[in-house]
């Protein structure tokens, strides 16, 4: 059996099956019929040109994760305010 060879836009389809639609490497091996470590390869060496690389992934979680952190801690002072507020209505004669 032969060495099989594969085109660069079946690659960069590959790729998109696990950059953009969300499949694991090996549900995009499977789909395709391929070695899963095929995949491994193109989506390290081709990610880039599809638009979402490993490389830029890490600093787009940094920077969600330190927007959900301020977000949270906003929502936790709106809620002591709250919290507050309740227990000084509460407390009012009607």
Do not use: C
Not at 4 to 30: P, W
Not at 42 to 50: G, K, P
Request: proline share 3%; no cysteine.
């Amino acid at each position: 059996m032969g060495v099989r060879r594969y085109t660069r836009e079946f690659k960069l389809s590959a790729v998109k099956l696990v950059n953009h639609q969300g499949y694991t490497m090996a549900q995009a091996a499977e789909s395709l019929g391929i070695n899963e470590q095929n995949v491994r390869n193109w989506v390290a060496r081709f990610s880039a040109e599809v638009g979402k690389g490993p490389i830029d992934e890490p600093a787009k979680l940094r920077e969600e994760n330190k927007r959900l952190r301020d977000e949270n801690r906003r929502l936790r002072i709106e809620r002591e305010i709250l919290k507050k507020a309740a227990a000084f209505f509460a407390r009012q004669p009607t």
